[in-house]
């Protein structure tokens, strides 16, 4: 887990997931939420100077196999 500072106007917690993760980050924003109790209080736009704490990225499973399934036999 990492702590960031918002520094700037109209940042929103889907914003800051998207800029330290990328396209990852989308999945985080419920775990953002659950790190971050008062985030919602707050509203969608993250006033200056808020310490938010980011989740750490989910293991990478792009290198595991899966299975095949065949539906013509």
């Not at 790190?35 to 209080?41: I, K, Q």
């Not at 969608?44 to 299975?67: H, K, S």
Request: hydrophobic share 45%; no cysteine; aromatic share 4%.
């Amino acid at each position: 887990m990492q702590t960031v500072i918002v520094r700037g106007e109209g940042i929103t917690l889907d914003l800051l997931l998207w800029r330290a993760y990328g396209v990852r980050g989308r999945s985080l924003l419920e775990s953002a939420l659950s790190l971050n109790v008062d985030m919602a209080r707050l509203g969608t736009v993250i006033p200056m100077g808020t310490e938010v704490i980011l989740p750490d990225l989910p293991p990478d499973n792009a290198g595991q196999p899966r299975e095949v399934v065949s539906l013509f036999g």
